[in-house]
């Protein structure tokens, strides 16, 4: 597979992952992050399979530096926003709630950084992508669970729809 | 740090594009590089100058 073909399948996939998405959020369909996952396992798997280089070194600089940039944006801003939102909160209580969700969001990936940082700053010959497949892992299972619950309790619109037809 | 990159590839008479897959690098990498716009690390040092059959000294100048 070469880098061009690879672009337009990954560009496919986007768009038709940004469907499935915005699908299950309107019409509170669980099952569909799965397809999403499905399709991200998908993306990786032809990623492997592109014989040209699709990123070096330098790409892998640049994103480190944006993702250290970005991290450090996001806390500062998730900080700011807490203490706005959180005097604020008279005027709405869901800020509140906004508020702390800022405020632990900022402090969560604060904590992954440290941990993720102490990992890869052990020894070279571990191997750390197992650490990738694992978050992968955990994403997919907690997908499974979360559509395995709005199906138990009935929140799931595809089994209300068939509750509601058998009950006709 | 300065290098003869673009020197010594032309005179192979090779192009951008077959150098970066020569040496594991994209196009962009080895425009920058020959811009001194990037330091490249020493494997990529390395496997340019190896793919360009000079040594790394001859390649790169350290001011």
């Given at each position: 597979m070469t880098l061009k073909q690879y672009t337009s399948a990954r560009i496919a996939i986007v768009i038709t992952l940004?469907?499935?998405?915005?699908?299950?959020?309107?019409a509170r369909n669980y099952i569909l992050p799965l397809v999403a996952a499905a399709a991200a396992l998908l993306l990786l798997f032809l990623r492997s399979k592109v014989a040209d280089v699709i990123a070096d070194e330098r790409d892998y600089a640049i994103a480190g530096k944006a993702a250290r940039w970005a991290m450090q944006i996001y806390a500062w801003a998730a900080v700011a926003g807490f203490f706005l939102l959180y005097a604020l909160k008279?005027?709405?209580p869901?800020?509140?709630?906004?508020?702390y969700t800022l405020s632990y969001s900022a402090c969560f990936i604060l904590l992954a950084y440290s941990v993720?940082?102490?990992?890869?700053?052990?020894p070279a010959n571990v191997k750390k992508s197992w650490l990738v497949q694992a978050f992968g892992i955990a994403i997919i299972i907690a997908l499974a669970i979360a559509g395995y619950v709005a199906i138990e309790q009935g929140i799931d619109s595809g089994i209300q729809n068939t509750n509601n037809e058998i009950a006709k | 740090m300065t290098n003869r990159i673009k020197e010594i590839r032309l005179k192979t008479g090779m192009t951008q594009e077959q150098l970066a897959k020569a040496a594991g690098a994209r196009r962009e990498t080895i425009v920058f590089l020959e811009q001194n716009k990037y330091n490249p690390s020493l494997k990529l040092a390395h496997d340019i100058a190896k793919v360009l059959k000079v040594s790394i000294d001859e390649l790169f100048t350290f001011e």
């Open positions: 940004a469907m499935f998405v915005s699908v299950s959020v309107t008279g005027n709405d869901v800020w509140a709630a906004v508020a993720i940082f102490r990992i890869f700053f052990g | -």
